[in-house]
């Protein structure tokens, strides 16, 4: 099995900045992707930031330019720097992990949240 804590929430004001952190737990066979979701109440849950196993880095459009996905390997660790936050990024951010528990099963797994909230 694969856990995922995450850390780094809080109250900020608009346009300071804030870094999330997830680290990952148990074992897999491979990391195909980690990266952020996020969720605000009465909204779906949506695609913030994820990394994949290249290195690669997809953005939400609401996110580029202010936010930067980072992962450590060595740490099984992903982070997010948020920068200039806005009221609209107020939500609760899940770490997200999909990969392999063996060579032949795929599946995804998320963390608990941690909440971040922006007073304008």
């Known amino acids: 099995q694969v856990q995922l804590a995450e850390s780094g929430g809080g109250l900020v004001q608009a346009g300071e900045s804030l870094r999330l952190s997830c680290v990952a737990s148990?074992?897999?066979?491979?990391?195909?992707?980690m990266g952020w979701y996020r969720q605000a109440p009465g909204k779906q849950r949506e695609l913030v930031a994820t990394?994949?196993?290249?290195?690669?880095?997809n953005y939400a459009d609401s996110v580029q330019g202010r936010c930067t996905a980072s992962r450590d390997n060595a740490k099984n660790s992903v982070y997010l720097q948020m920068d200039s936050l806005k009221a609209e990024d107020a939500a609760n951010y899940y770490c997200?992990?999909?990969?392999?528990?063996?060579?032949?099963?795929?599946?995804?797994?998320w963390g608990r949240g941690t909440q971040v909230t922006v007073s304008s």
């Open positions: 997200n992990l999909r990969g392999y528990l063996n060579p032949t099963s795929w599946d995804g797994y």
């Open positions: 148990g074992t897999w066979f491979r990391i195909v992707s």
């Open positions: 990394i994949n196993a290249g290195g690669g880095r």
